[in-house]
């Protein structure tokens, strides 16, 4: 797919829809498409690092090359309220998928190679993937009002 953009706004459209059927659908399609999506070989705004080998698995590093900008636009389109984070609080089915992608999400935001994660306050053009993915977790996961929610980030 030659424009991850437009695809990424569609998901982040069909993960903040009121049909519960979308947004399952959806939950269930982002861990694989992430992966594709920032692992693409041949992309140009490639950063050479390590990348997940399956969509399941944080622990095994393969070296590879991925697109930081597309990670910085998947953090920015399904971690703010509304998003994934907020999924945590569902029933276990959609709770699973919500953690499975924010693992993938966290993995590759920790493999981007930033240094410090507070360091990059400066702009948010600037803010590294790994500060985006810790901003948001203490924003809407640590600080929500569901504790089902607080307890599974907690818990990552």
């Known amino acids: ?22 947004t399952n659908a959806t939950l269930s399609a982002l861990p694989p498409i992430l992966t594709f999506l920032i692992s ?11 990348a997940l080998a399956s969509s399941t698995s944080t622990s095994s590093l393969s070296p590879t090359t991925y697109d930081v900008f597309t990670l910085r636009s998947a953090l920015n389109a399904f971690l703010p309220p509304g998003g994934v984070i907020d999924r945590l ?3 276990e089915k959609v709770q699973v998928k919500a953690r499975e992608t924010l693992v ?28 985006i993915f810790e901003r948001y977790l203490k924003e809407g996961g640590l600080a929500s009002k569901v504790w089902k929610v607080r307890e599974q980030v907690a818990s990552l």
Not at 1 to 22: A, C, F, G, W
């Open 1 to 22: 797919m030659p424009d991850s953009d437009t695809l990424i706004n569609v998901l982040k459209l069909s993960l903040r829809t009121s049909s519960i059927h979308l």
């Open 89 to 91: 609080g569902e029933r």
């Open 40 to 50: 693409r070989p041949g992309t140009s705004s490639q950063l050479p690092t390590s």
């Open 104 to 131: 993938i999400l966290g993995g590759y935001a920790f493999r981007s190679g930033a240094g410090s994660t507070f360091s990059a306050k400066a702009g948010k053009g600037s803010e590294t993937p790994i500060a």
